[in-house]
């Protein structure tokens, strides 16, 4: 008898330039797929968060909630395993009960499950932390409630949460390391053959609000990509962010000025093409990350990186504790300051083909779905 999995994950909830967010969910249930147990994905949302590509509230049947959510289902061959709960109700949920009632594992992803129609009588019941740090103080330092209640094991990205180099709360739970999977049949590694240099990445310019923890404040992202504004006029190739560039036009006029290429990139996270295309079409990624990461030096790494490692394109990231883990100098490197960003770039240059092939190698050692949840499986 195969090994039953129900995972909980967060994509009708993000039904717009949806790509991306809704891969970082995906690589789990199809990763367990691969891995050969039989899954079932469950969502819950509210009606009154259902909303239209203008984000304007509707009904359910005129939602880009439910349009999405379908579009993933057919997409990758889903449609018998796939529950999407509006206030409780689903077409299918004795079905989901039924496949609920027997599962073997519980995977609860950022904690956002919380509905009880599904129960787990036999499940042991995982939580996976995707925001180390930020997860842990909206619970310690602002009463928020994360839904750890009634969860067996935690899982959390912070590959250094829990250890004394690691600066943030662990809100007395043990926290066990994993990182984001990449199911690497999805993402081939193809060579760049083109001459043109491009570093890119995509992120969102306004993120969380601001948290504190011990006099530390913990930032979003636009922080700590202002403090890169000159790496262009020493790189040697184009370097490129995209994000949402017409609604922080004044914020982000400096980088044009330093020589920045910015794009929208609400167009390119419209679709799992568009989104893929844009990171093969890439040299190599080269991106911040969130100052909360940075400050906590907890070891996170982006779910997005993987899929540009595994693609092939190396990858430059703001230092955030992972670098303990994930051995650096080929095909990831990481920086402190734009003077360390620049000179990574650089040296990504020096020999491009081996920094390619060593990026690959290090999705298919470290980050491929397969390696990814026998460990995880080996920790419950």
Known sequence: MRNKIVIAVGIAGHPVAAAGNSWAFL??????????????M?????????????????????????????HVVRHFGLEKCATLLIDERADNLEEARTFAGEADLFLNVS???????????????????????????????????????????FFTYGTRLGTPTCRAPTCGLEWKATVPPVVLKYWPCQPVQSAFIKFSTLAHWQGYSWCEWKGEWYTGKSEEFHK?????????????????????????????DAGWQLINGMEISQSFSTHEDYLRESSSEFSAAKGGYVVSQGGWFSDRSVCYLASGR??????TGVERWLPEG????????????SKACNKVLE?????????????ESFFDSKVVIKSLLENI
């Open 42 to 70: 469950v969502e819950g949302m509210s009606s009154g968060k259902l909303i239209d590509r203008q984000w304007q509230k509707v009904d359910y049947e005129n939602s880009a909630n439910k349009s999405h959510w379908e």
């Open 27 to 40: 690589q789990w249930v199809l990763g367990f797929r691969e891995a050969g147990w039989d899954v079932w």
């Open 228 to 256: 890169l504004v000159q790496v262009p006029r020493s790189v040697q190739g184009v370097v490129e962010l995209a994000t949402e560039v017409e609604a922080n036009a004044e914020e982000l006029k400096p980088f044009l």
């Open 111 to 153: 904690g956002h499950f919380k509905s009880r129609v599904l129960t787990f009588p036999r499940a042991t019941k995982l939580y996976l932390d995707l925001d180390p740090g930020f997860t842990q103080i909206w619970s310690e330092t602002y009463g928020i409630d994360m839904n750890f209640k009634g969860h067996d094991i």
């Open 351 to 363: 020999n491009f083909g081996e920094e390619q092939r060593e990026a690959r190698k290090l999705a």
């Open 314 to 319: 190396p990858v430059v990231l703001q230092g």
């Open 330 to 341: 080929k095909g990831f490197h990481v920086f402190s300051d734009a003077i360390g960003a």
